[in-house]
């Protein structure tokens, strides 16, 4: 007897064959509550495994723990996918979900200002415009215009030279190095002043780098050494000048725009140039060209010399005395002078718990020549009766190897009390400290306070023979 496989295929399946006369229609399967786990897994592990090989790329955290870390996550990430496997989803589908989901998270951080991602997308925003413009017979629309046009010219170094133009320094030139990890900018400024009603100023503090939405102030005025040159642009007329902007190392001038913030609404100019010079001369508005100049040579304090002893009291028949000292001077070549007033570029410290320790600056050079010396003072501020007993400012210097404050500085401070180099030969009758040194390579400065209120002043300077 010939055997229906349409009933057959109704017995074993619960449905009709493709061969019925009615339509083949297979049941709906609804997504396993399992398959569901695993791919919020998934996406929370491709997260997991980005952001952790973001940290180790930006040694933000410590490599051994990173490393773990990220194995642990692509770990977990192979094993979701391996389970993923089983219910018979292609590997092309695998692919394409990851694919989706870096992209995704790709786009949410260089909207978000994450780096490296947000200085890809100004790259690639940056590219477009510029084909844009080249491009024959495309015309753009206008930039929105602001009540001042400004444009700005950028001046790349680290060692600017300025005199001071009044006070006990009057006259003197001092050389300004820029912290650890920060460069300076001169920007020569031009400005048309479109629709302000008042004059554009040249203000250090109405003018700021922009870079997404970081914002970089001017450098401030130190005693007589102006940070920027005057200028008074009023309604329909056109002025210049130029101001100097400590910012990060690695900033792109192509990144960045100039902004005046003296009145609203702000207006914001295109920057151009980044040549980088070796020094600059504050005064003249030009590069320092050659090697150093002969008043780079400066009086250091290198150690204190006994020259005799003197009677301070007797004890029966035996006198009592004590060491007479005199401060020893030699005429040294300037490498780096540094020099800050108040609290400006002061970063705070922390401890375990989240508590605030104190405040540090860096300071990064070069030394080809040995021995060198470093000479530091500071100046405290006054105490007053109101202060709880026992008050008193605090301004410690260590120095360090390049390779050993970046094995231990951002991870764990501790090890770095056995890296200290440099022998310390005292301090002054004038309070000039003196530590010298017996190598030559790369080396970081830290300058630690307590309480960065209690200093007004300090100032570093490295010199060799």
Same mark, same amino acid.
């Given at each position: 007897?010939?055997?229906?496989?349409?009933?057959?295929?109704?017995?074993?399946?619960?449905?009709?064959?493709?061969?019925?006369?009615?339509?083949?229609?297979?049941?709906?399967?609804?997504?396993?509550?399992?398959?569901?786990?695993?791919?919020?897994?998934?996406?929370?592990?491709?997260?997991?495994?980005?952001?952790?090989?973001?940290?180790?790329?930006?040694?933000?955290?410590?490599?051994?723990?990173?490393?773990?870390?990220?194995?642990?996550?692509?770990?977990?990430?192979?094993?979701?996918?391996?389970?993923?496997?089983?219910?018979?989803?292609?590997?092309?589908?695998?692919?394409?979900?990851?694919?989706?989901?870096?992209?995704?998270?790709?786009?949410?951080?260089?909207?978000?200002?994450?780096?490296? #991602?947000?200085?890809?997308?100004?790259?690639?925003?940056?590219? #477009?415009?510029?084909?844009?413009?080249?491009?024959?017979?495309?015309?753009?629309?206008?930039?929105?215009?602001?009540?001042?046009?400004?444009?700005?010219?950028?001046?790349?170094?680290?060692? !600017?030279?300025?005199?001071?133009? %009044?006070?006990?320094?009057?006259?003197?030139?001092?050389?300004?190095? %820029?912290? =650890?990890?920060?460069?300076?900018?001169?920007?020569?400024?031009?400005?048309?002043?479109?629709?302000?009603?008042?004059?554009?100023?040249?203000?250090?503090?109405?003018?700021?780098?922009? !870079?997404?939405?970081?914002?970089?102030?001017?450098?401030?005025?130190?005693?007589?050494?102006?940070?920027?040159?005057?200028?008074?642009?009023?309604?329909?007329?056109?002025?210049?000048?130029?101001?100097? #902007?400590?910012?990060?190392?690695?900033?792109?001038?192509?990144?960045?725009?100039?902004?005046?913030?003296?009145?609203?609404?702000?207006?914001?100019?295109?920057?151009?140039?980044?040549?980088?010079?070796?020094?600059?001369?504050?005064?003249?508005?030009?590069?320092?060209?050659?090697?150093? =100049?002969?008043?780079?040579?400066?009086?250091?304090?290198?150690?204190?010399?006994?020259?005799?002893?003197?009677?301070?009291?007797?004890?029966?028949?035996?006198?009592?005395?004590?060491?007479?000292?005199?401060?020893?001077?030699?005429?040294?070549?300037?490498?780096?002078?540094? =020099?800050?007033?108040?609290?400006?570029?002061?970063?705070?410290?922390?401890?375990?718990?989240?508590?605030?320790?104190?405040?540090?600056?860096?300071?990064?050079?070069?030394?080809?020549?040995?021995?060198?010396?470093?000479?530091?003072?500071?100046?405290?501020?006054?105490?007053?009766?109101?202060?709880?007993?026992? %008050?008193?400012?605090?301004?410690?210097?260590?120095?360090?190897?390049?390779?050993?404050?970046?094995?231990?500085?951002?991870?764990?401070?501790?090890?770095?009390?056995?890296?200290?180099?440099?022998?310390?030969?005292?301090? %002054?009758?004038?309070?000039?400290?003196?530590?010298?040194?017996?190598?030559?390579?790369?080396? !970081?400065?830290?300058?630690?306070?307590?309480?960065?209120?209690?200093?007004?002043?300090?100032?570093?300077?490295?010199?060799?023979?």
């Amino acid at each position: 007897m010939p055997i229906d496989t349409r009933d057959w295929y109704r017995e074993k399946y619960g449905y009709k064959s493709p061969t019925s006369h009615k339509s083949y229609r297979p049941p709906r399967r609804r997504l396993p509550p399992g398959k569901i786990f695993l791919i919020l897994l998934i996406v929370a592990c491709v997260v997991a495994t980005i952001y952790t090989g973001y940290l180790l790329f930006t040694h933000r955290t410590n490599w051994g723990v990173g490393a773990i870390v990220l194995a642990a996550d692509i770990g977990v990430l192979i094993w979701n996918i391996s389970a993923f496997r089983k219910w018979r989803v292609g590997a092309g589908t695998i692919i394409s979900i990851l694919v989706v989901i870096a992209f995704l998270g790709a786009t949410a951080c260089a909207l978000g200002g994450v780096q490296p #991602f947000s200085a890809a997308k100004n790259n690639i925003v940056s590219w #477009f415009e510029n084909a844009s413009s080249q491009t024959p017979g495309l015309s753009l629309p206008p930039v929105s215009e602001y009540p001042a046009d400004i444009t700005g010219h950028v001046t790349i170094t680290q060692t !600017v030279s300025a005199k001071y133009s %009044s006070g006990p320094y009057a006259g003197e030139t001092m050389k300004m190095t %820029s912290l =650890e990890g920060k460069i300076y900018w001169i920007v020569d400024i031009s400005v048309k002043n479109q629709s302000y009603e008042n004059a554009v100023m040249a203000n250090s503090s109405h003018w700021k780098i922009v !870079v997404d939405d970081k914002i970089y102030d001017a450098q401030r005025p130190f005693q007589s050494i102006q940070a920027s040159y005057p200028m008074n642009v009023s309604i329909g007329e056109t002025g210049e000048t130029t101001i100097r #902007f400590p910012v990060p190392e690695m900033l792109k001038v192509s990144d960045a725009r100039l902004c005046y913030r003296g009145q609203e609404p702000y207006s914001y100019g295109k920057l151009s140039g980044g040549n980088k010079v070796a020094a600059y001369d504050w005064d003249l508005k030009a590069v320092v060209e050659g090697t150093r =100049e002969p008043d780079q040579y400066e009086q250091y304090f290198v150690k204190k010399e006994v020259t005799g002893h003197k009677k301070v009291g007797k004890i029966g028949d035996i006198d009592i005395t004590e060491p007479v000292y005199k401060d020893i001077y030699m005429k040294l070549e300037t490498v780096g002078h540094w =020099e800050k007033a108040t609290s400006e570029d002061a970063t705070p410290s922390f401890g375990l718990e989240g508590q605030p320790t104190g405040f540090y600056w860096l300071i990064g050079f070069n030394v080809s020549e040995a021995p060198w010396v470093v000479n530091w003072g500071y100046e405290a501020r006054k105490f007053t009766a109101l202060d709880p007993v026992g %008050s008193k400012a605090t301004f410690e210097v260590s120095i360090f190897s390049k390779a050993d404050f970046d094995r231990h500085f951002y991870k764990d401070r501790s090890w770095l009390m056995f890296c200290h180099i440099g022998e310390y030969r005292g301090v %002054s009758d004038k309070g000039v400290h003196c530590e010298v040194v017996q190598k030559t390579g790369h080396y !970081v400065i830290v300058l630690n306070t307590k309480d960065v209120k209690d200093i007004v002043r300090w100032w570093v300077k490295v010199g060799v023979e």
